[in-house]
């Protein structure tokens, strides 16, 4: 009996080793795939939040959480749509508490009285129409908002966005369709007021 | 008013990016305001677009990069530190119960070894140290089964002939002062039997003894033989005689 308790200090301590070990392996295989996935964290973050120094700070913290997190990770292929879904879901819950307090303080600004652009750029470019735009995304679902987000990310094909978020082609396809319709069927407004060349 | 059937098939062919049918292809080359509509929601789908690829790819800071890192070297630390606080913790906590362990059964083993040194002071016969082991016969008739019961007393071997008392473990220093006190002479041994703290150890059956101060007892001589007294020769026969009687 006494001999078991000397021992066990020294076993729980060699678990401790190979418990360090693992995690440094795990470490240095996540602070890899930093270089390559950070700048995908902080565009999902941005996406939702529209707001440089909100992003960075949401994305540090997601990856963070996805460091944290990284051992239960089975499938290291799926790395990348992990890593998304979790800066989406931490982004998403940043800009629910900031609307919040930015729904105390202020009222939406309503597009109503504005000088018609001219063109299609001019549209585009306008900051009333992106206001209108980004106002349009917010009120888009999220499935919708998270494929459209990852599709105009360069460099993404349908292919990838689906194997990022475990969804077939053809879910994706139709996700990328509704979200664009949905979004100028919420800036409709804008296109009497359009001037073609 | 007739355009309006063919407003959803323009919006659809402008999301879609693709060539209009034929027969709306006709249409749209000849009737003006359908064009407009075709190019308004091309142009709209443009803007869109647009807007949705800046939105999609802004360029992180240069500070991001370098900031993760620094913050997981941080997380780093702070749990390796934590981890080291509590393997050290563990660590004391195991050696702190084995440290107990190892007293608890050096007290309540099966066969126990006590060195008489308490008594060793020259008030008793036979004052020389010696180790006495438990499994003697007398011992075993005091010997109690259960563990715990066990625990209880203390064996309190003090090298008499037969006498080996069992106490309270409570009354152990109590005894142990007194003990002491007598072998000084500063108490008489009838000072001892008549205190009230001892009556525990009646009830144990300890034979009545007498107890001799230091001053009455004569020095021995050289061949090993006391020059005690007759009365207190007389009182340590009469000691004896009680102690062969119980």
């Keep these: 009996m006494q001999e078991l308790v000397l021992i066990q200090p020294i076993?729980?301590?060699?678990?401790?080793?190979?418990?360090?070990?693992?995690?440094?392996?795990?470490?240095?295989?996540f602070e890899e795939r930093l270089a390559e996935c950070g700048p995908l964290a902080y565009r999902v973050a941005r996406g939702v939040l529209r707001n440089d120094a909100d992003a960075e700070d949401v994305a540090q913290e997601a990856l963070l959480r996805a460091y944290r997190r990284f051992d239960r990770l089975r499938d290291a292929q799926r790395f990348r749509g992990w890593l998304v879904r979790i800066v989406f879901r931490s982004a998403l819950d940043r800009a629910r508490s900031a609307k919040r307090r930015e729904l105390r303080e202020t009222e939406w600004a309503r597009p109503a009285r504005r000088p018609p652009p001219a063109t299609a750029e001019e549209l585009a470019a306008s900051s009333e129409f992106q206001a209108r735009f980004d106002r349009a995304l917010d009120e888009l679902p999220e499935k919708l908002r998270l494929v459209l987000l990852l599709a105009a990310m360069e460099g993404h094909t349908l292919e990838e966005v689906a194997a990022m978020l475990g969804l077939p082609v053809g879910t994706v396809k139709s996700r990328l369709f509704a979200g664009r319709k949905k979004l100028a069927e919420k800036l409709q407004c804008y296109v009497k007021n359009t001037k073609t060349r | 008013m007739l355009c309006e059937k063919y407003e959803d098939t323009l919006i659809e062919t402008a999301a879609n990016g693709g060539a209009l049918p034929n027969s709306l292809r006709e249409h749209v080359e000849t009737c003006a305001q359908c064009g407009a509509t075709l190019a308004a929601q091309q142009a709209l789908f443009t803007a869109v677009d647009f807007n949705m690829r800046r939105w999609a790819n802004a360029e992180p800071p240069d500070s991001f990069l370098p900031g993760v890192r620094s913050r997981l070297t941080e997380e780093r630390i702070s749990r390796r530190s934590w981890s080291l606080a509590w393997a050290a913790i563990a660590a004391s906590a195991a050696l702190i119960l084995g440290t107990v362990i190892a007293t608890r059964d050096r007290h309540s083993g099966a066969v126990q070894e006590v060195k008489q040194t308490s008594l060793d002071s020259g008030a008793f016969p036979h004052p020389k140290e010696e180790t006495v082991r438990r499994e003697s016969p007398k011992a075993s008739l005091t010997r109690i089964p259960s563990r715990w019961q066990e625990s209880q007393f203390v064996q309190y071997n003090v090298a008499m002939d037969?006498?080996?008392p069992i106490l309270p473990?409570?009354?152990?220093?109590?005894?142990?002062q007194l003990i002491d006190a007598v072998a000084r002479g500063e108490i008489k041994g009838e000072v001892l039997l008549t205190d009230a703290r001892i009556t525990d150890a009646e009830?144990?059956?300890?034979?009545r003894i007498a107890i001799a101060t230091i001053a009455e007892r004569a020095p021995q001589d050289a061949t090993g033989n006391s020059s005690d007294t007759p009365e207190v020769k007389a009182r340590e026969m009469s000691i004896d005689g009680d102690r062969r009687t119980k």
């Design chain 2, 169 to 176: 473990t409570r009354n152990q220093q109590a005894i142990d």
């Design chain 2, 162 to 164: 037969e006498s080996r």
């Design chain 1, 11 to 29: 076993r729980a301590a060699e678990e401790q080793w190979s418990r360090e070990a693992a995690h440094a392996a795990k470490r240095r295989e």
């Design chain 2, 203 to 207: 009830d144990l059956q300890i034979p």
